[in-house]
């Protein structure tokens, strides 16, 4: 039996190049532009004004990680569903050999394996950053912080 083989369209290599270039102009500007002003102006900032710009940033970041495991799954259900890897209408940049059976199913289960990876980092970064008390407020900047310290305070 002969292989089959995903042909790429130009369509899609052109978008494929577009996404790759998006990527790497997006990547750069946030690496050499944002974060360098970002991270001056929280260093400027007093530290419990700092300290909600830091959850934020924490948060987005588990965010995204959720995204991409979201992503995976569902690349990985598309391809348990046909059988077959690449999963149909998926781009391609050059001919690519069509693979089915344990093959594709073993690149499937794979890919879940690491989208499951991707998706417990944010939850076990939720629970640890919870049990860090880093979810919260620090009593030094709550507004009715008093500066009296009890001796119960100091024996924490």
């Keep these: 039996m002969q292989p089959d083989y995903v042909e790429p369209s130009q ?18 500007i946030l690496q050499f532009l944002v974060a360098p002003s970002f991270f001056a102006f929280l260093n400027s900032l007093p530290i419990c004004e700092r300290f909600p710009w830091l ?31 690449p999963a149909p209408g998926a781009w391609v940049l050059r001919r690519t050999r069509i693979r089915r059976g344990v093959a594709a199913k073993l690149r499937a289960y794979g890919l879940l394996a690491v989208s499951g990876l991707s998706l417990s980092v944010p939850l076990l970064s939720w629970h640890f950053l919870g049990r860090a008390d880093f979810l919260h407020v620090p009593p030094q900047c709550a507004p009715n912080y008093s500066l009296k310290r009890t001796a119960a305070d100091g024996l924490r």
């Design 55 to 85: 959850q934020a940033l924490l948060l987005g970041l588990m965010g995204v990680m959720a995204l991409v495991g979201t992503w995976g799954v569902w690349l990985a259900h598309g391809i348990l569903r046909s059988g077959q890897w």
């Design 11 to 28: 369509a899609a290599r052109l978008r494929a190049m577009w996404l790759v270039g998006f990527a790497v102009l997006a990547t750069s």
